[in-house]
């Protein structure tokens, strides 16, 4: 008999449900999507307006535009297992919130092995950091900021609306207005024990300190958290206890299943007003079909 090495899984069915490509067929050509999907935006929409958050090589952002004086600003934090992709791959999405009268930032930051993962996630924070203190240039609104992310991006994203950025930033406690969160990990213990952590290098400390779901308390705004029918059971699981977690806290939280859905389609329903993803962001930020 194998030895458990969390919950009910043994090592090699715990790396198995932590490795989302073994759960879809089509991962590799959905991923190759999202590139795809980003060139042909830029070609409707034109390039858009790069800034530096900060003074690393990867610390920019992509912002479209909408048409509105003012505008609310949604802000995408892409995926990779923190270790891939790009704010170039990050963009399929924009169109939705800038034919609705809203700015899109696709950020960019270092990933894995190239920082830390505590320090990617003070990246993130530092670039929302920077459009809420920047928003009067960016000619957006910084009472609406919100923000959104895919898999590994759905964990910083999580980490961003569990940040007390009163205490780091000097900032208001509810500087992010609403965050939808989709087919992200929130508890990184498992993560720890599994084969992803020869690049993550998680310890103790790091789990506690980066581990969204530890920190609830201070989610200050309505939170979304999807994920695909066909995903491992670990990532639905971790998708119904951080919901669970936050609606004990007496805080605004959405669970949405996406049926018939994989880990790698439904962040795509993002980019659509009636889409399952993209309905639920524009409603938080007031905007859409409601």
């Not at 993962?117 to 929302?128: C, F, R």
């Not at 939170?223 to 805080?251: L, N, T």
């Given at each position: 008999?194998?030895?458990?090495?969390?919950?009910?899984?043994?090592?090699?069915?715990?790396?198995?449900?932590?490795?989302?490509?073994?759960?879809?067929?089509?991962?590799?050509?959905?991923?190759?999507?999202?590139?795809?999907?980003?060139?042909?935006?830029?070609?409707?929409?034109?390039?858009?307006?790069?800034?530096?958050?900060?003074?690393?090589?990867?610390?920019?952002?992509?912002?479209?535009?909408?048409?509105?004086?003012?505008?609310?600003?949604?802000?995408?934090?892409?995926?990779?297992?923190?270790?891939?992709?790009?704010?170039?791959?990050?963009?399929?999405?924009?169109?939705?919130?800038?034919?609705?009268?809203?700015?899109?930032?696709?950020?960019?930051?270092?990933v894995l092995p190239y920082v830390t993962l505590e320090q990617m996630v003070?990246?993130?924070?530092?670039?929302?950091?920077?459009?809420?203190?920047?928003?009067?240039?960016?000619?957006?609104?910084?009472?609406?900021?919100?923000?959104?992310?895919?898999?590994?991006?759905?964990?910083?994203?999580?980490?961003?609306?569990?940040?007390?950025?009163?205490?780091?930033?000097?900032?208001?406690?509810?500087?992010?207005?609403?965050?939808?969160?989709?087919?992200?990990?929130?508890?990184?213990?498992?993560?720890?024990?599994?084969?992803?952590?020869?690049?993550?290098?998680?310890?103790?400390?790091?789990?506690?300190?980066?581990?969204?779901?530890?920190?609830?308390?201070?989610?200050?705004?309505?939170?979304?958290?999807?994920?695909?029918?066909?995903?491992?059971?670990?990532?639905?699981?971790?998708?119904?206890?951080?919901?669970?977690?936050?609606?004990?806290?007496?805080?605004?939280?959405?669970?949405?299943?996406?049926?018939?859905?994989?880990?790698?389609?439904?962040?795509?329903?993002?980019?659509?007003?009636?889409?399952?993803?993209?309905?639920?962001?524009?409603?938080?930020?007031?905007?859409?079909?409601?």
């Amino acid at each position: 008999m194998r030895a458990k090495v969390f919950r009910d899984y043994d090592q090699a069915e715990l790396d198995r449900q932590y490795d989302q490509r073994a759960w879809a067929a089509n991962a590799v050509a959905l991923i190759n999507g999202y590139s795809t999907y980003s060139e042909a935006v830029r070609g409707r929409l034109g390039v858009p307006q790069a800034y530096a958050y900060g003074d690393g090589r990867a610390e920019t952002l992509d912002i479209f535009r909408g048409q509105r004086a003012n505008a609310p600003i949604h802000v995408f934090i892409h995926g990779g297992a923190w270790r891939a992709l790009s704010k170039r791959d990050s963009v399929f999405a924009a169109e939705n919130f800038v034919r609705a009268g809203a700015h899109f930032a696709a950020l960019d930051f270092d990933v894995l092995p190239y920082v830390t993962l505590e320090q990617m996630v003070g990246q993130v924070k530092s670039a929302i950091a920077w459009i809420y203190r920047n928003a009067a240039a960016l000619d957006a609104d910084r009472e609406r900021i919100f923000i959104s992310g895919h898999s590994s991006g759905a964990h910083l994203a999580a980490a961003a609306v569990t940040t007390d950025w009163r205490a780091e930033f000097d900032l208001p406690a509810d500087t992010v207005k609403g965050a939808v969160c989709c087919s992200g990990i929130y508890d990184l213990e498992p993560v720890r024990r599994s084969a992803r952590n020869t690049y993550v290098q998680l310890d103790d400390r790091q789990v506690e300190a980066l581990s969204p779901i530890r920190h609830v308390g201070r989610i200050a705004s309505p939170v979304a958290v999807a994920h695909g029918e066909h995903e491992s059971d670990e990532f639905r699981r971790q998708a119904r206890d951080f919901a669970a977690a936050v609606e004990a806290q007496g805080k605004p939280v959405e669970l949405i299943d996406g049926k018939d859905l994989n880990h790698f389609e439904i962040i795509n329903t993002l980019a659509a007003p009636d889409g399952l993803l993209g309905r639920v962001a524009l409603h938080q930020m007031g905007l859409g079909l409601g």
